[in-house]
């Protein structure tokens, strides 16, 4: 079962080569008693002639072939009639005129069509239980290349700045703060557990310790969380640490790793150069975190404009220490009730009590509250805002952090109307990178009534800062960084403490954990940096986030070879599953029924 050549490598300059192909049958056409059979493999397609003319008996072999048959075949490659050129196909200007044939495996008539394209006319469900068949389809063969050129790329260029790979465990010690846990029990310690990590953080900070300097790997993550689009339970990180480093340092090494993705990849210049955006700045014009600057719609802050307001809840959010936020949705007015309808429903999950509007039709704004308005107040916002005829301006009046969020994610919603509508494109080989930094280091979380670490407990603050630790936590910077393109947060990272004091001090009069706690938890790490741990800092990539935008698809499941769908399942395995009552005793587990409990 040797084969000469792939089924995308010949064309007219292989024309009266005698060759030998293995692969799938992809379809199989009868012309006259002539028999053309299009053979795929990984490569791409050729077409077979099988002509009774030549062999009678080959031809009715081949006339019985089934779709998605494995046969390998032996012939000579010829020019196809010049009325039958095929353009779209690399091997289109040949065939190859079969003088043998090898049937290795007859296949079943599969569930669903192969040669479905895009793989939208079928059950995505359907699509996973058989997601060997749907990895045949030529858009899943170019994702999974798209995913090894990008892998590839990643170990070259770090590779080339003097990074070493160092696999680091999957079992780990269980840290109840952050997302959900996976828990493995121990067999051979009954009644205490394994954690999967959800990161390899800790570990490649003990990497620092240990002198390593420069690491990295491809890290498999697990996280037991609610799923979506780009969530799965298990994923893959571009994870890297490096010593005595700043965050200038890191952002330049990790433009070019990107430039160095993109250009592999996609054939296309990053410049290697990112804007830096401070976290405050990004959230009152673009109203989150990780915004997409790709279109207008900029949110305004109007607290100057309404200062002397006698609307009475603009009035009393600003005297509460709040913010009016605002922002012009351009040529919108026209939207339904109903879409009108859903961007309330939008801001109201986010806790507003409602979603204030103008709308400027007519010649005239329509609205329940510019009656509240005094005529100064309208000339502000018109120039503010630049409200033309057709535009519709939202607004949020609460907390600063909150009015921001509402607007942020009000702001996609009406983006995505105004796509729908067709005034809105975004050009697919856009690619806005940039960094948020200056992040808080604490937020304080009302249920706890206590600080907690922003990113994680071993971000260091920004140096200027640490003064404030005692006084004001809450405006203490962290030196935490995002990495963020076209709306997606494809990474972060910080430069952490390595000052076992300081560490402490978060630890234990910061972040409230109790010394005992603290030592319980990260005792092994405290201990390990009082024996000289270098400045250091480091990074994680979403590397299934990175292969999407990549390839172009919405979801991380397109991706990812064997995903699991949004219960967590695996429909081609069946997982999870039972399993037997010795296993459960062997683990020293015992179930209990939900339902009785």
Not at 367 to 392: C, H, M, N, T, Y
Request: net charge negative.
């Amino acid at each position: 079962m040797k084969r000469t050549h792939h089924c995308g490598q010949l064309n007219r300059e292989s024309v009266g080569t005698a060759v030998e192909l293995i692969g799938w049958v992809d379809s199989v056409r009868d012309h006259g008693g002539i028999i053309f059979v299009d053979l795929r493999d990984r490569e791409g397609l050729t077409q077979i002639v099988f002509n009774p003319e030549d062999n009678r008996e080959l031809a009715e072999k081949a006339s019985h072939l089934k779709p998605e048959s494995v046969i390998s075949i032996s012939g000579t490659v010829g020019p196809r009639p010049e009325a039958t050129v095929n353009p779209r196909l690399s091997t289109g200007e040949i065939e190859v005129t079969a003088s043998g044939l090898e049937i290795h495996n007859v296949s079943r008539t599969p569930p669903f069509p192969i040669d479905d394209v895009k793989g939208d006319k079928v059950n995505e469900d359907l699509r996973l239980t058989y997601r060997y068949l749907d990895m045949r389809r030529p858009r899943m063969r170019r994702i999974f290349k798209i995913r090894h050129q990008a892998g590839k790329a990643t170990r070259d260029y770090l590779d080339e700045e003097g990074f070493l790979e160092v696999e680091t465990p999957f079992l780990f010690k269980s840290t109840p703060e952050g997302a959900r846990e996976y828990l493995v029990p121990s067999r051979l310690n009954p009644g205490e557990f394994y954690a999967l990590t959800q990161s390899p953080q800790q570990y490649k900070q003990m990497l620092m310790v240990a002198g390593i300097e420069k690491y990295y790997q491809l890290a498999r993550c697990f996280r037991d969380e609610d799923l979506r689009a780009d969530r799965q339970p298990e994923f893959t990180q571009i994870d890297l640490e490096m010593s005595f480093i700043d965050r200038e340092d890191m952002y330049a090494l990790i433009e070019g790793l990107v430039a160095r993705i993109w250009k592999d990849v996609l054939g296309v210049e990053v410049p290697q150069k990112f804007e830096r955006m401070p976290y405050v700045d990004a959230m009152n014009r673009y109203g989150s975190d990780k915004p997409d600057r790709r279109f207008g719609l900029e949110i305004v802050d109007l607290g100057d404009v309404f200062a002397k307001s006698e609307f009475k809840v603009f009035a009393s959010t600003l005297k509460s220490g709040g913010s009016i936020k605002a922002f012009n949705a351009k040529g919108l007015a026209d939207l339904t009730q109903g879409e009108l309808g859903h961007l309330t429903e939008t801001a109201q999950s986010l806790g507003a009590k409602g979603l204030a509007f103008i709308k400027a039709e007519k010649g005239e704004w329509k609205s329940p509250i510019v009656k509240f308005f005094s005529e100064e107040e309208k000339a502000a916002l018109a120039e503010r805002l630049g409200i033309q005829e057709g535009d519709i301006v939202f607004f949020a009046a609460d907390q600063w952090e909150r009015a921001c969020t509402v607007m942020g994610r009000v702001r996609l919603e009406a983006a995505e109307l105004l796509k729908k509508k067709g005034r809105l494109e975004i050009p697919a080989d856009q690619y806005d990178f940039f960094w948020v930094i200056d992040f808080p280091l604490v937020v304080y979380e009302e249920e706890a009534g206590r600080y907690v670490a922003a990113h994680h407990p071993f971000t260091a603050p920004v140096p200027e800062d640490v003064a404030l630790l005692d006084s004001d936590p809450r405006s203490v910077r962290g030196q935490h960084y995002d990495l963020v393109l076209n709306g997606v947060e494809l990474g972060g990272g910080s430069i952490r403490v390595h000052n076992p004091e300081l560490q402490r001090k978060l630890f234990e009069e910061v972040f409230q954990i109790p010394p005992d706690v603290a030592e319980e938890r990260f005792g092994y790490m405290l201990k390990a940096f009082a024996y000289g741990a270098p400045p250091h800092g480091g990074i994680a990539l979403g590397f299934d986030r990175m292969i999407a935008i990549l390839a172009g698809v919405s979801s991380i499941r397109d991706v990812i070879a064997f995903p699991k769908t949004q219960k967590g399942q695996c429909l081609m395995t069946a997982s999870p599953g039972p399993v037997t009552e010795k296993q459960l005793r062997d683990l020293h587990i015992q179930t209990v029924d939900t339902e009785t409990v």
